[in-house]
């Protein structure tokens, strides 16, 4: 219907065309052929006078009869003061008829340049109160579709007014998480800052060594939570060097493992790394190995002394996938679509946790082409799925 619709000016332009080209034709015939008319009885006349020339008196009588006096002529009939027209029947209605064509023709053409104009107007006026409804923060406003000269240029508005909402809903969730991060960042430094500040004191009135150890493991949960947070900036930044290179999979496991060697003596879980086949991956070998002893130390954390963690690895044409899994309780429910949030504690989490391990190491996997999920296994037990993908 739209298109349609944007057809009738053209439609009314040719109209009017031709409407003004058959009006002057037929005018242009009518003089051309009354002329020829003219100069043919002119002729047959001066002939008929040639021969009988006692009739000249009776043509010009008949002549009288039928015709009104016009323009001087060059042939015979001239000389009498006759013209062509005066032999043209009906010619006053023929120019009329022209003229009304001519008229009517000046009037659809006038009629189709006003119509063109008011269209353009509106259209223009419509888009033009588009973008001010939306300077004026009036969302979800659109406009009726159309195809037209300014379908374009509407589109393109279209195009622009999305990016700067997409960006302006960046812009606000971003503030948000920084506001958000900032609060939990403080609460994170204010807890050990407090428990330094009470050993201090009570080293005032009684010094005691476990009053220094205290002091030192806060120290330490202070430094871990300065290295985790620069990491996580250079994370936001886009400046963590991930230099991706060929490194097999049983290699990056058992590296991780003899990193987290001391905690699994003190906490008594093993972590169990079976033999398998030569599997390799793209990958950054000491980023990754990072995020996979924070999967690894989660699961160690959750598990009782004598049991052990467990790690599988298989590959497929798509990806390769690495599975490490526990023999503890497993993830309560509600804490599932949560766990990789940044900061954020689980319902048993371990006392002193800061909640940035596993979102540091799912953004490592996921800037490796990869998916970093979290699930709870059938017979029990918390487990974690890593998929690198080929492509």
């Not at 004026?136 to 999305?162: C, H, N, R």
């Not at 994370?235 to 991706?244: C, E, F, M, V, Y």
């Not at 989490?349 to 490592?364: M, P, R």
Request: proline share 3%; hydrophobic share 40%; aromatic share 8%.
């Amino acid at each position: 219907m739209t298109a349609q619709k944007n057809k009738v000016p053209y439609f009314l332009l040719v109209l009017s065309a031709s409407l003004l080209a058959v009006s002057l034709t037929a005018a242009f015939l009518y003089c051309y052929y009354t002329e020829k008319q003219f100069e043919l009885l002119g002729a047959f006349c001066s002939e008929l006078i040639k021969a009988k020339p006692d009739a000249e008196e009776t043509i010009l009588n008949l002549l009288k009869e039928k015709t009104l006096p016009g323009r001087e002529a060059e042939n015979f009939l001239r000389t009498f003061g006759y013209r062509a027209s005066d032999f043209g029947r009906g010619n006053g209605k023929a120019f009329l008829a022209a003229g009304l064509g001519i008229f009517a023709a000046g009037l659809l053409y006038l009629f189709t340049v006003w119509y063109w104009h008011k269209k353009l107007t509106s259209r223009v006026k419509m888009l033009t109160n588009y973008l001010e409804k939306i300077n004026t923060g009036s969302s979800g406003v659109l406009l009726a579709s159309a195809e037209d000269e300014f379908s374009k240029l509407q589109d393109e508005i279209y195009k622009t007014v999305t990016a700067l909402y997409q960006t302006r809903d960046a812009a606000v969730e971003e503030k948000n998480n920084f506001a958000e991060n900032l609060s939990n960042i403080a609460h994170q430094v204010k807890t050990p800052i407090t428990a330094i500040s009470l050993s201090v004191q009570m080293m005032k009135d009684k010094p005691r060594e476990e009053y220094l150890s205290q002091i030192e493991k806060q120290l330490n949960r202070l430094t871990n939570l300065e290295e985790a947070l620069l990491l996580l900036s250079r994370i936001d930044a886009g400046k963590l060097p991930l230099q991706r290179t060929s490194a097999d999979v049983f290699t990056l496991l058992m590296l991780a493992a003899d990193n987290l060697e001391e905690l699994s003596r003190q906490s008594g879980v093993l972590i169990d790394i079976p033999e398998m086949g030569e599997i390799t991956v793209n990958v950054d070998l000491d980023w990754t190995m990072e995020a996979v002893m924070n999967l690894l130390k989660n699961c160690m954390e959750h598990s009782t002394p004598g049991t052990a963690v467990h790690c599988t690895c298989e590959k497929n044409p798509l990806y390769v996938r690495l599975r490490i899994w526990d023999e503890g309780e497993g993830f309560a429910r509600e804490d599932i679509p949560h766990l990789f949030e940044r900061f954020y504690r689980g319902k048993n989490a371990k006392a002193g946790s800061i909640g940035i391990g596993l979102s540091i190491a799912k953004e490592i996997i996921e800037r490796q082409n990869g998916v970093l999920r979290a699930e709870n296994l059938p017979g029990g037990g918390a487990c974690f799925e890593i998929r690198l993908y080929s492509h």
